[in-house]
């Protein structure tokens, strides 16, 4: 079964026939899934219940990027003529080239609801003053955002990325009551406001809401932030072709929950052999998101490469999740699964012996690696004897991650920041 976890009990209903509508005039509006069900030999009118839902075939990323080649700009399966979309969106992409991303306006109110819920899941409430510290270009965790902010009453101020400075002005005269970054500019931020003598404390901000990459949901990376700021930390995850917010964390909780409502259907599969999973506490797999009612750029069992692990349930017993990585970025070391953001957080719990900041140098583009894996580490304000220090690293990534490791300890500051996504890992030469 893919639909009990994800699909709250009321909606289920309401959600089939959106999605059997959309569906059935699917093949008519885009050219692009006319030629995929023709190629499998599948009929999308015979859905008759979301479990069939796995009869039909799976959309990825490098088939979008080959559609918009194909028919530029937004691509065979744009499903709506330009004149119909109001703003464009691109996905940031880990991997390959962007892809254009269309919104029509119903479309956009439907994002508008979703991020909203999100954020007021979060914690957001209608008397916080945000400072938005993500980019408010193309990237889709910038003006929907906005959009989902005002939408729930919040005073919004719009950093953007690039102007710390213009931040640190904000935090001293706006009265900020929460910060929304990706996890690594709300790190870069912190050491910002240091460098300049200042405590991020001592600007009383309570509430921090990241996405935009993992990390937000590691243990220790979360504590680090946590104590920085003297603030609660709860994540959002989304996905640029889908939706910017779909999963939101209520504070507390341990995990994201489904803030969707009924414009996307999730299941949870296997990432290797694309079978559904049960979404029960303990397992781990790949997400997979359809356009139940979505008018530009639709899109059928995309596959994101966010996998995650299901956390626990929350009391109405919808599944709670942490996103551990991407299958994009994962690296194989004599077999073994590493996640670069699974080093970062064994690291991250040696502070303040080291500050968390890492980086694994390939000799080559993975995802194979042979051992040993070379990591680069900075060392942190109380180092200690830093030969001890890089052998008990090594040995926390052999004793939890299982591969052997071969640690340099670098300077604090060497490793590149970014006001956006960190690099982990980076190919030598």
Known sequence: MITPGFVAAEDRDAVTAMLRAQLAGLPARSPFYAGLFAVHGVDPAALVSLDDMRKLPFT?????????????????????????VIRVHASTGTTGKPSWVGVTRRDAEAWTEMVARAFMTMGARREDVVLHGAGLTLFVGGLPIRDALE????????????????A??????????????TPS??????EYLRRLGRDPREFGISKIFVGGEPGGGEPAFRRHIEQEWGARVTEGLGNADMAPVLFAEPPGAGGMRFTGGRHV???????????????????????????????????????T???????????DGAPLIRCVGRTDDMLIVLGVNVFPTAV???????????NGVVQIVLPSPGPRVEPPLRVEVEYGEEPGDRERLRHEIEDLIRSRLTVRAA??????GSIERTEMKSRLTRVSG
Not at 60 to 84: F, I, N, T, Y
Not at 168 to 181: I, K, N, R
Not at 185 to 190: G, P, W
Not at 344 to 354: E, F, M, N
């Open 407 to 412: 640690v340099t300890l670098v300077p604090p």
């Open 168 to 181: 640190v002005q904000a935090l001293d005269s706006l009265g900020v009551t929460a910060l929304h970054a």
């Open 60 to 84: 990825d990323k490098q088939m979008l990027r080959d559609s918009q080649a194909a028919a530029p700009p937004l691509g065979l399966h744009a499903g709506v003529d330009m004149a119909e």
């Open 305 to 315: 490469r966010d996998r995650v692990l299901v956390t626990g349930l929350a009391e």
């Open 185 to 190: 500019y709300v790190r870069y931020l912190a």
């Open 344 to 354: 970062r957080d064994l690291v991250q719990t040696l502070h303040p012996r080291t």
């Open 151 to 166: 939408r729930i009453g919040c005073t919004m101020i719009p950093i953007g990325t690039g102007a710390s400075e213009k």
């Open 265 to 303: 259907l999730v299941e949870l599969i296997d990432p290797d052999g694309g079978e559904p999973v049960d979404p029960e506490p303990g397992v781990s797999g790949e997400l997979v998101y359809t356009s139940v009612d979505r008018e530009c750029c639709p899109l059928i069992r995309f596959r």
